[in-house]
């Protein structure tokens, strides 16, 4: 039954979102384009729902010349990649926006696992033992209010597998309320880091 109230709650969301939050769009539009060549928008192959593929869609901010569909944390040297206005999207999740697009159409949810690359066959592999390949990925998520680019792979996939079992309206409020917390304070931010926390600490 939650399933269908999330997702009248996600359209709702991502609607009134979309129309409140344009004058920013048109602000970081226009401050994409005088940074740097390229498009506005970065398009990325990403794994969805039962493991389906789907196109995600991001602020650019990296330059043109960065090697696609390779993470971050497996760059040499990210940084030389970012554009100006791109780190600070990044740092803000500002970049993040256009997925309020992917939520309307069903891409994703607001809160669920983040969606993996389609090549990053390791984390996907780790989600299947805990089921979080199954339910539909989203903006942010208990990992990301708990590690982000910290975490190792198997950390990720395991706190993923606890939004699963844990999944409720509660669950998503306190990953909705702890996701603008790491807005403001750039928590688990490491560009081009991932694997930060040891497995074991935690």
Known sequence: MYKIIKRLMDIIFSFMAGIL???????????????????????????????????????????????????????????????KIGRLLRKTSLDELPQIWNIFVGHISLIGPRPALWNQYDLIAERDQYGA????????????????????????????????????????????????????????VVEGGTGAINSKER
């Open 133 to 188: 390949n199954d339910i539909l990925p989203g903006l942010t998520g208990w990992a990301q209010i708990n590690g982000r680019d910290e975490l190792t792979i198997e950390d990720k996939a395991r706190l993923d597998g606890y939004y699963v079992r844990q999944f409720s309206f509660w669950m998503d409020v306190k990953c909705f309320f702890g996701t603008i917390l790491n807005i403001f304070t750039t928590v688990g």
């Open 21 to 83: 939050l344009s004058p920013l769009f048109l602000l970081l539009m226009i401050a994409i384009k005088l940074d740097s060549k390229g498009p506005i928008l970065f398009k990325q192959k990403r794994v969805g729902i039962h493991k389906r593929h789907f196109t995600i869609l991001k602020f650019r901010t990296m330059r043109i010349d960065t090697p696609k569909d390779t993470p971050t944390h497996l760059l040499e040297n990210p940084e030389q990649y970012l554009t």
